[in-house]
Structures are given as structure tokens and as C-alpha cells.
């Protein structure tokens, strides 16, 4: 995505030029170029056994599609024919390097629903297909195409759409934008159990990310993140927005507020945003777990990443105080300089395990990882983050390696939070409201 530096380093071709006519001995003949792949368009194996229709169109769908299609966050589509077989050589370079789909855990520790991660068989398959000149064979073969609510990653309608105030929010031009906080009062008069929520940003091209909060009317709250209020869910680019697993949702107590915490980052050109949340519910009846979320993050008076430093460790743990946790999702955040990511836990006994290890940290994709089967955490047990940083010029992200970072919310100062859903028994009192 954005790694490229702002200016050259170095002019090649000039130095090389210089030395060719001063008649000395060319220092780099050769550098390799940057940038996509050109196909070549091939005559298509009539004979091929892996075609578009009976196979490749059920791997585009069940891997692929829902990030490149309209709206979503891929720069094209891939959901026909004409469009995947135009990309096809360059589907063959990115998934042999791993670079598509997107994912960034360990395959070594945890498992998780979202894994986006091809299989060997459907990888071998793309390149036999590609190799094979991409043909489509016969269209009757084709799946039934994968149905999406457009603009929406919920596999439902919501059943509410707020957006965080009447009129737009004007983004300047320039500089900087401080952390809006938008308050909206739904006027709900009765305890509302949310499965799904969606952040849906009004103007991508300023919206860097939401974070809507609950705030129930115990807190006095006025801005995000601050105590009292609950996380509910977010929009950063490549964020998932999923349903609850079965039988879990969020609590939000009658007479609650909610708080849009925008962040905008100006393009050059004023622009408006009006972003929305959606929500879906179910009954108090049907929901036997209750959702809440929690961050493990640093001390910010603790954190400072010296100017320069290339592997800079630091570490933040929280006790999990409750009886019968059980976690659902991990959610890694840092910025530029972020390097590697691990959360693991540490049993009351002593020992620890590794839950996730993101050992190659990528700020432009903010991954959920949400595990395959909850996992029970017992009281008194840690859970611990582990964060590198990389504040040296090889960081082609770092805006400037010559500062020392500490803790700020904008995107050139630093942050390391674990982020996790966790879900305890749903309580009596609330069963029976
Ligand atoms: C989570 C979202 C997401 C998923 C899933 C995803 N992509 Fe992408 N893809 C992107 C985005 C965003 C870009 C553009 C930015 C980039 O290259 O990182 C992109 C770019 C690409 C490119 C162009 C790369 C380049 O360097 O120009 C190809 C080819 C591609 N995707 C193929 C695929 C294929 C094939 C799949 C499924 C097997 C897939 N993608 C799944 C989001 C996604």
C-alpha cells in the first residue's frame, strides 16, 4: 500500500551514467523494479480441467469477493468472469506470495473464524488455472453468485440505522483534524440486546476510523474510551463487521447514549462526512452469554520508543477478575512503527500460551481475529501483550525516524492496546428484566 518513501534515496540511473562516462566501473548495473505485474494474454487450454465456471468462481466468492466488489475495500472487482480473467497472472503472483487474501496470524497459535488464508488445494488450483491460459469454460457450471446487502458486511438487514447527527461534518482541506465525538441519544426506554453492529463510514476518503461506545446513564461520558463507556464495535479499513456467535450479545441498558468517535485525515480538497451505525437485535430470552470488551494496553507515562530503534519490546498485562470468561476476539492495534504483535495468557499456575502472534504487524490492515471456539480464561489468570516497534529509517511507514514517539491517538505518535471481546454467564438479574 503506502510503502513508498516520499523522495528518492538515490538516483540510479544518474550515478550509473556518471560512471559509465568517467569510464569507471558501473557500482549497480542492475535494480530491480517495483511495481504489478504485466500478463501477457495467453491462448486458453480448451482442455483444462480447472475452468473459471467450475472451479475458480467458488474460490473468488468464498475468498475474495467480499473485499473486492463495489464499495468494499479493494481497488476491482472479482466477480465475473471478465473481471478475474484480466487480473488473472497477477492473482497467480500475489497468492503465491501470500499477499492476497490478507492475513497476518501465525498459523503456529490459535485458530480463528475469519482465517482468510487459502487452502494448498484451492491455491493449486489458481495456478493450474493460470497456467492453463484461464479459460472459462462452460458457464452452466457456474456457482449461484454469493448475495450481500450492498454497502453492508451483516448478513442481515439491521434492524435500526443511526447516523452520529443530523447534518454532515465538513473536513477541511489541510492539516490536522482533532478526535470528534458525536453523542446520539436513540431514546431506547428498555434494555436492547445487540448480536451484530456495523460502523459504515459516510465518506471513505476522510473517515481514517470510527469507534462507536455505549454509554449507559451511570456515565457521564462525552468523549470515547473514556470509563464507564463500552466498546461496541468500529470501522477501520479491512475491518470485518460479524454476527456475535450464537446465544451472545451486547448489553445495552435502557436510557443508554452512544458516542461516534471520529477520526478524519484531510486529502487536500474540503470534504463531508456523515457516517452510521447499524444495528441488530434479538431477545433477552435467547442470549445465555453477554458480550463485553476490554483492552489490554500500556501505561502511556511508561511508553517511549527512542529515535531510531529498530526492535523497541514493550509490554502491558491485565487479571481477568471474573468467573467462567470465555474470550471471542482479539483485536491488535499500534500505527506506523508497529513491528510485531503478540497477546498471550498466563494461567494462575504459571504457565503461559500464546493466543495470537502477528509477527509481521501491518497498520493498513486492522484484523479482528475472532477464535474459532471461545476459550475459557480462569479468574486470576493474565493476559499479556507483547509489542514491537520499529522507530528506524528501514520502516518505510515511519514518518520520523530521527523523534522518540510516546502514546498519542494521531497516526505519527504511538499506541500498543490489545483489544479483546470476552464473554461471562448472562446474570439473573438481567434474564429476568
Ligand atoms: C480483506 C480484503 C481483501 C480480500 C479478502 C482480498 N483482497 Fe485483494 N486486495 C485488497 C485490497 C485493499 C487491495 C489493494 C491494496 C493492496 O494491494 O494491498 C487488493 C489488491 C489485490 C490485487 C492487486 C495487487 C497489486 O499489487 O496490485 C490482486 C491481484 C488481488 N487483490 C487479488 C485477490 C485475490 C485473488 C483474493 C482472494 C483469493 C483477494 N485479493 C482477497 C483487499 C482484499
Redesign the pocket.
Known amino acids: ?1 503506502e510503502y513508498a518513501r516520499s523522495k528518492p534515496t538515490r538516483h540510479d540511473l544518474t550515478i550509473a551514467l556518471d560512471q559509465l562516462l568517467a569510464d569507471k566501473q558501473v557500482t549497480t548495473p542492475v535494480t530491480k523494479a517495483v ?3 504485466i500478463g501477457r494474454v495467453r491462448q486458453p487450454d480448451p482442455n483444462s480441467r480447472i475452468t473459471y465456471s467450475n472451479q475458480i468462481a467458488r ?2 466468492q468464498k ?6 466488489r463495489a464499495g ?5 472487482e ?1 466477480r465475473n468472469y471478465d473481471e ?1 480473467v484480466g ?1 488473472s497472472e ?2 497467480a ?3 503465491k506470495e501470500s ?4 492475513w497476518h496470524a501465525d498459523p503456529a497459535h490459535g485458530e480463528f473464524l475469519n482465517d ?1 488464508r ?1 487452502s494448498d488445494e ?1 491455491k493449486e488450483q ?1 495456478f493450474a488455472w493460470v497456467s492453463a491460459g484461464a479459460p472459462e469454460g462452460n458457464p452452466a457450471d457456474l456457482p449461484p453468485p454469493r448475495k450481500f446487502i450492498d454497502g453492508s458486511q451483516l448478513p442481515q438487514a439491521a434492524d435500526i440505522e443511526f447516523t452520529m447527527r443530523e447534518k454532515p461534518f465538513v473536513v477541511k482541506a489541510e492539516g490536522e483534524v482533532a478526535y470528534q465525538n458525536f453523542i446520539v441519544d436513540p431514546g431506547f426506554k428498555e434494555d436492547k440486546w445487540i448480536t451484530m453492529a456495523e460502523a459504515l463510514p459516510g465518506n471513505r476518503s476522510v473517515v481514517h476510523h470510527i469507534v462507536v461506545y455505549i454509554v449507559p446513564p451511570t456515565s457521564k461520558a462525552k468523549r470515547g474510551f473514556a470509563p464507564g463507556t463500552q466498546f461496541l464495535t468500529t470501522y477501520v ?2 475491518y ?1 463487521s460479524r454476527p456475535l456467535p450464537e446465544g451472545m450479545a451486547k448489553w445495552m441498558p435502557a436510557g443508554s447514549k452512544l458516542i461516534f468517535q471520529l477520526h478524519y485525515t484531510p486529502i487536500g480538497t474540503e470534504q463531508t462526512d456523515l457516517s452510521k451505525l447499524r444495528l441488530v437485535f434479538t431477545n433477552p430470552s435467547e442470549v445465555n452469554r453477554v458480550v463485553v470488551s476490554s483492552a489490554v494496553q500500556i501505561r502511556h507515562q511508561d511508553f517511549l520508543i527512542p529515535a531510531n530503534a529498530q526492535n523497541h519490546r514493550s509490554e502491558a498485562s491485565q487479571k481477568i477478575r471474573f468467573k467462567d470468561a470465555k474470550l471471542i476476539s482479539l483485536f491488535p492495534h499500534m500505527h506506523l512503527r508497529g513491528r510485531s504483535f503478540r497477546m498471550e495468557v498466563k494461567y494462575p499456575d504459571g504457565q503461559r500460551e500464546t493466543l495470537l502472534n502477528v509477527p509481521n504487524y501491518d497498520f ?2 486492522q484484523t479482528t481475529y475472532r477464535l474459532r471456539a471461545p476459550k475459557s480464561i480462569p479468574e486470576g489468570a493474565e493476559l499479556i501483550i507483547v509489542g514491537h516497534h520499529n522507530n528506524s529509517s528501514t520502516n518505510l511507514a515511519n514518518p520520523d525516524p530521527s523523534e522518540s514517539v510516546r502514546w498519542g491517538d494521531q497516526t505519527w505518535e504511538e499506541m500498543l492496546i490489545g483489544l479483546y471481546e470476552w464473554s461471562i454467564p448472562m446474570p439473573e438479574h438481567l434474564a429476568n428484566k
Open positions: 500500500m511495481g504489478c505485474l474460490i473468488m475468498r475474495c469477493v467480499e473485499c473486492h468494499e475495500i479493494a481497488p476491482f472479482l478475474v487480473w497477477m492473482i503472483e500475489v497468492v499477499r492476497m487474501p490478507p482468510r487459502l484451492e489458481i479499513p479491512g470485518q493498513n490492515w
